[in-house]
Every structure is written in structure tokens, then in C-alpha cells.
């Protein structure tokens, strides 16, 4: 009697836990796809594409603290940390390929000729359009505590760190100083006029960054700057509202005209860009489009997790990244 009520004992275990167990180990179950970490508009904005698929599960947490994204010829790239990932225009799923980039180099920037990777230590590589491989550049640069790499149409270099702007005209051999007041954040650039988002709101530079004058100051820090059809976008900081305003310029920077009166004020307003004869808002409450140059404004995409979309536009593609706190 005792070996049956053993092996009826054994019966139970089996038909009672042998079910969890098979669920918990099985090897080859699938786990759930990220989303909601880049979205894509082909058709102007009308409608979103999640493109996630691709990215690492723990790019979200990751982020929003050491990002760094842009578009050139080649494509779409993201960064974080020591993780890159590049996206081909009108790719397929999944959308994202790993990049091969160096270690302890956190940020990139496109140049002309490829892309360049830096660090906080004044350390940067160069990739050449076509090249997998990563060689030392710009070794004789003064600084710490890299911002930015922007160059211009003209073959320009600058660099930016957290209280000086140096220029190159020669390839990064040689460095000079042209402006010390902050640290200067993105830089942008139409018609022979230079913008720059500083500390001191908007910066401008007609003589090819020799001298910076600021033109967009409301109390606050720059945001964001992008060139459009005939003139320029900038977001900046407005200490007595306490939000961040949106405003254009028609004039080469000169002057400025606010077109945010239809958007609620926001501290973390964060992206503004022009596609087609379209802008678009990356907004604490979602990405807002205008038809209108600005005096309307229209919900297209809410936010997703009280983040807000950084916006950037790739060939007739438009990138969508939501990111904590705005910018």
C-alpha cells in the first residue's frame, strides 16, 4: 500500500508541476519585441511606422542619457554608449544593423567625408565613407570635454567643448579658438550664415565662425536650431515663462518671430524641423505639424511613456525618437 501511495504522490508531482516547468525553460521562446524606441514617416507625416525592431532591449533605459543621432547619405545612424546602429533608407524589417564602433567613444557626428567618433577626453577616430575601419584624427586638438563636431559646406571643421568653440580650416591639423562664453550644443548652417544653441540662446556667425554674436536670447539656454526654406527654426529656453519657445527667422538669424501661439507652453519642448512646406514639432504632448508656417498647429503622434520625439529628417523620410526630458 505504501509503494502505491508513493508512486500516486509522484503522479501528482508530475501532473501539477511538469506544465511550469516545461513553460519556464523552453530554449527557443521567442521574447517580446522592443517598441517604441524609433518611428518613421514616409508619406510627410501622415502616418507612423514603429521601427524598432532590430535595436537591443536595453536601449530604452540606455537612451536617454548618452544619445547621439543623425542622417547622412548613407542612411539613419542612433547611438548609445559604446552601441551604433545604422538604418538604411527605406530599409525593411528588422530595421537595424549593429555598427562596428570603438570603445570608450560615446558620441559621432557626420562629416563630409564619413563619421567621426569622440570622447570626453579629446580622443577622436574617423571612419571614411565605405570603410569599416576607425584611424586616430584631429591629434593635436586642444580640448576636453567634447559638445560637438559640425563641419561646413565649405570644408570647415569645429569643435565645441564646455566653455570654448576652436575652428580648423586644414583637416583638423591645426585648431584655433573662437569663442569662449559656454558650451556651445548643435550647430547648423544656410547661405553662408552660421547658427550655433549656446547658453546664451542663439549664437550667429556671418564671417565663418570667426565671431559669434547671440540673436535669440529669452532668459534661457539654446534648444535647438534648424535651417528652413529661406531662413531658420530655433527652440530656446524663456526664463519669465518658464517654457521653451519656438520661433523662426527669415533674415539669416537677424531677427526673430515667434509661431508657437497655437502650442501649449512646455518646458520640454525639444525638436523643430521643416519638411516639404510642412514643420514639425516634437512636443511634450506629442509631434504637432503646421501647415501654415506656424500659426496653426495639429496633434499627428501623441507621446509615448511622458516622453517627448526628437526629430530628424533623412532623404523623404522623417525619424521620430522619443527621448526623457525632451532633448
Known amino acids: 500500500m505504501k509503494i502505491y501511495n508513493l508512486a500516486f504522490l509522484f503522479l501528482l508531482i508530475y501532473l501539477f508541476a511538469s506544465p511550469i516547468t516545461s513553460i519556464q525553460q523552453k530554449p527557443n521562446e521567442k521574447k517580446s519585441a522592443v517598441t517604441n524606441l524609433v518611428f518613421k514617416s514616409t508619406d510627410g507625416g501622415e502616418s507612423w511606422q514603429d521601427i524598432s ?5 536595453n536601449w530604452e533605459e540606455d537612451v ?6 543623425f ?3 548613407s542612411g539613419v545612424y542612433i547611438t548609445s554608449t559604446n552601441q551604433v546602429y545604422h538604418s538604411n533608407p527605406n530599409s525593411s524589417a528588422p530595421f537595424w544593423e549593429k555598427e562596428i564602433f570603438p570603445e570608450k567613444y560615446r558620441k559621432s557626428a557626420p562629416v563630409k567625408a564619413g563619421i567621426i567618433a569622440f570622447n570626453q577626453d579629446g580622443q577622436f577616430l574617423k571612419r571614411a565613407t565605405g570603410s569599416k575601419e576607425w584611424a586616430p584624427t584631429f591629434r593635436n586638438f586642444p580640448g576636453t570635454e567634447i559638445r560637438t563636431v559640425f563641419e561646413t559646406a565649405g570644408g570647415t571643421l569645429f569643435v565645441s567643448t564646455s566653455y570654448r568653440l576652436y575652428k580648423s580650416t586644414n583637416d583638423g591639423k591645426t585648431w584655433k579658438q573662437v569663442y569662449m562664453g559656454g558650451a556651445i550644443g548643435k550647430l547648423t548652417e544656410s547661405n553662408g550664415v552660421l547658427l550655433a544653441v549656446n547658453e546664451n540662446g542663439i549664437l550667429r556667425s556671418t564671417n565663418d565662425g570667426e565671431n ?3 540673436v535669440l536670447y ?7 536650431v534648424e535651417p528652413i526654406k529661406d531662413g531658420f527654426a530655433a527652440i530656446v529656453a524663456n526664463r519669465q515663462l518658464m517654457a521653451r519657445t519656438v520661433s523662426t527667422s527669415y533674415d539669416g538669424g537677424k531677427t526673430w518671430q515667434p509661431i508657437d501661439d497655437d502650442l501649449k507652453p512646455e518646458l520640454n519642448t525639444a525638436s523643430i ?11 511634450p504632448t506629442g509631434i ?3 501647415s501654415d508656417k506656424g ?4 496633434l499627428i503622434l501623441p507621446s509615448i511613456k511622458d516622453k517627448v520625439f526628437n526629430l530628424i529628417v533623412c532623404g523623404n523620410e522623417i525619424y521620430a525618437i522619443p527621448r526623457g526630458g525632451g532633448c
Not at 53 to 57: N, S, V
Not at 218 to 224: K, L
Open 218 to 224: 529669452e532668459g534661457g539656454v539654446g534648444i535647438d
Open 295 to 298: 500659426k496653426t498647429w495639429k
Open 64 to 69: 536617454d542619457y548618452y544619445p547621439s543621432f
Open 288 to 290: 504637432y505639424k503646421s
Open 71 to 73: 542622417a547622412n547619405e
Open 212 to 214: 559669434w554674436e547671440s
Open 53 to 57: 525592431e532590430g535595436l537591443p532591449g
Open 273 to 283: 524641423i521643416q519638411f516639404g512646406d510642412n514643420f514639425f514639432c516634437g512636443h
